[in-house]
């Protein structure tokens, strides 16, 4: 059988850490790149009668991002021990939840713009929300080193509080899977419960995978992927994982229910263990936390504006096009930048394509963040308003802009275009200007009288020339349509 004749399901287990100051169940900071094993206590390191004691903030924090996500909570939301054996667990379970997590059901959108570049024209399910299962709330584990004869454990990162979002298993290709951590991470960095950086290993990606024959109703038997590091990552193992289960399949063999773990450097995936189900962890209620009341946490939630939102917002406002709204919307900090400077002016659509074309381009190649932008967004309004005023031309805000750039103290750029030598030339001199140009160009002026308008913009050229560049082409072309009417 050819590869379209398989049908492939996919189910993401998304780890999160969540922005809080202290750990779950003590008081712990939270915090990257630390000494080793500076940032623990009894508890974290599950010394024997140490007690844990709930971090609020994180309950609401996953309360948050259940509302966020359309998601369901119980009245009643308890905790669970979650039993099995590894080094990163010294007390041997962990504290999670199982029966009644903190969220049911929701579901994440997948935004057009979440989806690899090379993928957006051919999207297959365009709106498609991929429906969770729930988001529970548990404590993270140590970091492991793993060395040739020895394994390296760092606490400063046990106890972090950790939320696990689990999708349902609706996700059909990797470009989906791509799409739903790209659109699950806006979501999350929208409502700051966590700045999900997955070098950092703030959102971690276990993924669930299987294939079966069109005509096969029953699922395929499911791989877990661990060691997923990136989005990237998880595509390029999905790709592989799809075609090595597809070879199986052609060729008579069973897939037997594993985690394999992704070898990036190798481009391939390797089996790591027998996969354990539920009961093998033997889970129960722990009997040291109080189960939790949601309600009085859940009416004092705000929700933020969600990036969908924005976006359609920001087309009703401040007249951008959709495509230009996804953009700035993608991004938080990037659709702050563009409100903070479009509030006020007309000219939102003229300063959204500078904040996408020119300032973004800037700071890339300055290899700056947007937060450390040496233009203000106050300042490339007024460099907008200058060019829509006929006070410079568009060329010549782009030499402004690169001055602002480099020198970003000037706060009068009137001024600052008048000191560089861009002054507008007068209405009398353009209508000279304008007088010369069709006394010399009879064929383009009969175009015009014809029906063909876009002749004038020939015309508009050789006005423009003539004044140096300092003609605002606005009133040009207004002089040149009296001209030749």
């Excluded at 509302?67 to 119980?74: D, I, K, Q, V």
């Amino acid at each position: 059988m050819a590869r379209k004749d398989f049908l492939v399901t996919i189910g993401l287990e998304v780890h999160v850490q969540l922005k809080t100051r202290t750990k779950m169940f003590c008081a712990c900071a939270v915090a990257f790149g630390e000494e080793p094993n500076t940032l623990c206590c009894p508890v974290c390191l599950g010394l024997p009668g140490a007690l844990p004691v709930l971090n609020k903030r994180a309950i609401e924090m996953t309360l948050l991002t259940g509302r966020m996500l359309g998601c369901s909570t119980p009245e009643i939301s308890k905790w669970d021990r979650k039993n099995y054996f590894y080094p990163d667990m010294p007390k041997n379970y962990q504290i999670s939840q199982f029966d009644l997590p903190l969220c049911l059901g929701g579901g994440v959108p997948l935004y057009e713009l979440a989806y690899p570049k090379d993928h957006q024209k051919s999207i297959a399910h365009p709106d498609k929300v991929v429906a969770l299962t729930r988001i529970h709330l548990e404590e993270d584990v140590a970091k492991s080193t793993h060395l040739p004869k020895a394994t390296l454990i760092d606490f400063n990162r046990a106890g972090t509080p950790l939320m696990e979002i689990v999708s349902e298993p609706e996700i059909e290709s990797p470009e989906e899977a791509v799409a739903y951590l790209n659109s699950l991470r806006q979501i999350l960095l929208y409502g700051e419960v966590s700045d999900a950086d997955m070098e950092k290993g703030q959102m971690r990606c276990d993924v669930n995978v299987s294939v079966r024959p069109k005509d096969q109703k029953k699922l395929g038997t499911k791989i877990e992927l661990k060691n997923l590091n990136s989005v990237s990552a998880v595509r390029r193992a999905l790709h592989y994982e799809i075609e090595r289960q597809i070879g199986e399949l052609e060729e008579g063999n069973r897939i037997v229910q594993a985690t394999w773990r992704w070898n990036d450097d190798a481009g391939q995936t390797e089996w790591m263990r027998n996969k354990e189900d539920s009961q093998d962890y033997r889970y129960f209620p722990d009997p040291d936390l109080l189960p939790v009341r949601t309600a009085g946490m859940l009416a004092a939630l705000g929700v933020p504006e969600l990036p969908h939102q924005k976006q359609v917002r920001f087309v009703r406002d401040f007249g951008v096009t959709s495509y230009d709204g996804g953009v700035l919307s993608a991004d938080r900090a990037l659709a702050d930048y563009f409100e903070a400077a479009a509030t006020g002016t007309t000219h939102g659509k003229k300063l959204a394509n500078w904040v996408i074309n020119n300032l973004l381009s800037a700071l890339k190649e300055a290899d700056l963040p947007l937060g450390q932008s040496p233009v203000r967004p106050t300042q490339l309004r007024a460099l907008v308003e200058l060019i829509e005023d006929g006070k410079i031309t568009n060329n010549q805000a782009k030499e402004v802009f690169a001055r602002l750039f480099a020198e970003p103290s000037h706060e009068d750029l009137a001024a600052l275009a008048v000191s560089m030598g861009f002054e507008p030339a007068n209405a009398g001199e353009l209508e000279g200007f304008v007088d010369q140009v069709v006394a010399a160009n009879p064929g383009p002026v009969a175009e015009i009288k014809a029906g063909n308008a876009k002749a004038i913009n020939s015309l508009l050229g050789q006005v423009m020339k003539l004044s140096g560049g300092k003609g605002d082409p606005k009133l040009i072309r207004q002089l040149l349509e009296q001209k030749t009417a």
